[in-house]
């Protein structure tokens, strides 16, 4: 009689959930050297892009570049936070060529200091820095920053990051999309 009281409980128990799942299987990240590999694919060109651009630009422009941080210019999730090499060099090109390097981010306004000092720990200039308001979708933030560098005089020529919300919306000329692998490094 136990057995056969056993067999129906057993499936119950595992068709309402009431068991621990199998853990789910991690995804596939590529190493740090393919990531940075896939980094510099997308940003192939950019240099001659940029300096076209900038002997395209009008007298009255103040031209900038939007940058995201985490996994756009810091590996926050390869490094713990240490600057991306060629993301680092991008920056001080566009800064010497006088392009505004501005900083777009889903960290919320009360990490504007530890955030400004990271970046120029890692040797980034920072023009200017606008962060998420608390409870604040990311999408609804990015787009907020990128209204308030257009609305003080800057002229976005490229927008670079790697995840959807970076480039919901508009404001910018060209997109560079950076690898984020499905989300992984959201």
């Excluded at 056993?6 to 740090?32: E, I, K, N, T, W």
């Excluded at 001659?48 to 395209?56: E, V």
């Excluded at 756009?72 to 240490?82: C, E, K, Q």
């Excluded at 504007?112 to 920072?126: E, Y």
Aim: proline share 4%.
């Amino acid at each position: 009689m136990t057995r056969l009281l056993l067999a129906p409980l057993l499936a119950l128990v595992l068709a309402a959930g009431l068991c621990p799942a199998a853990p789910a299987q991690a995804r596939d990240v590529p190493s740090r050297e393919q990531w940075l590999a896939d980094v510099a694919t997308v940003m192939t060109g950019s240099y001659k892009q940029f300096r076209a651009r900038i002997a395209a630009k009008d007298p009255d422009e103040v031209l900038a570049v939007n940058f995201d941080i985490d996994n756009t210019v810091l590996a926050t999730y390869y490094d713990g936070g240490g600057a991306i090499p060629r993301m680092l060099k991008l920056a001080r090109f566009l800064d010497r060529r006088g392009v505004a390097v501005l900083f777009n981010t889903g960290r919320v306004a009360g990490m504007r200091k530890s955030t400004t000092g990271q970046l120029q720990r890692n040797g980034f200039p920072v023009d200017a820095l606008c962060l998420r308001g608390q409870g604040r979708t990311l999408v609804y933030g990015k787009q907020r920053c990128r209204d308030l560098f257009a609305a003080r005089g800057y002229t976005l020529i490229a927008n670079i990051g790697n995840n959807d919300t970076d480039f919901e919306g508009d404001g910018y000329e060209r997109a560079y999309r950076l690898p984020n692998y499905d989300g992984v490094l959201g």
